[in-house]
């Protein structure tokens, strides 16, 4: 109907949006997929390591690092570099990609591009050769800051990052069944509360059939005590 296509045309205008709702979706996949247990018996510790205090203050220090870093590569003459929003992001990026990901192009980090020189002969052939631009009066200091950069952050701080988060998941998976538990626990607790707050809010229109229940008021339930109790884990 109207409603579909209007919808459909927003989508249109503003891929972005959609895009959001995909990985949004996708990502509510991924988190309800953590209640199989084959899947997040084992990725659970993943995302508590991930989570932990020393992680995020590492990731807070390291993007201080990182902005830091980018304004002093901003401060450089690079036409390029200068203008509107677009054009600081994209020098963001060089940077980004530099420390986080130690993917850089020294060209591009300095501004140059590539010049064609040719001719064009009687004949109607073109002749011509690319070759770079000349280098800049900052070249040198330039590949001293990269230098400076990639030794302090790419090599050390990024492995700093990942000898700890090494170190956290391996604490993290000796009381992997502790923390599969209270997931699941935490998850029923949610499911549990939006029921009971959609019959609330219905004014009783979702009623709650009570199950039979024993007359003393007990309930047994079996368990694997290997799969509910960390047997070694060290406490914290």
Not at 12 to 35: I, K, M
């Amino acid at each position: 109907g109207n409603g579909v296509s209007h919808s459909w045309q927003l989508f249109l205008e503003h891929p972005a949006f959609l895009s959001c709702l995909v990985l949004v979706r996708w990502t509510q996949v991924g988190v309800s997929l953590l209640q199989v247990e084959g899947i997040g018996r084992n990725i659970v510790p993943v995302f508590y390591a991930v989570t932990r205090p020393a992680s995020i203050n590492f990731l807070v220090f390291l993007a201080i690092v990182v902005c830091g870093s980018f304004h002093a590569y901003s401060v450089f003459p690079i036409s390029e570099n200068f203008g509107n929003f677009s054009h600081q992001f994209n020098a963001f990026l060089k940077i980004f990609r530099l420390e986080v990901l130690g993917d850089f192009d020294l060209s591009e980090l300095e501004g140059l591009g590539e010049e064609i020189e040719g001719n064009v002969s009687k004949k109607g052939r073109v002749e011509a050769e690319v070759e770079e631009e000349k280098q800049s009066a900052i070249h040198h200091w330039l590949r001293l800051e990269f230098l400076v950069l990639t030794l302090l952050v790419t090599v050390v701080a990024m492995n700093v990052y990942i000898g700890l988060l090494g170190e956290l998941y391996s604490k993290a998976v000796q009381k992997k069944n502790r923390l599969y538990n209270h997931y699941l626990a935490s998850t029923s607790y949610r499911f549990i509360s939006r029921s009971i707050g959609l019959r609330v809010c219905s004014c009783g229109f979702f009623r709650h059939v009570p199950e039979t229940v024993r007359p003393d008021g007990l309930l047994w339930f079996s368990y694997e005590k290997e799969d509910l109790v960390d047997l070694q884990a060290e406490d914290d």
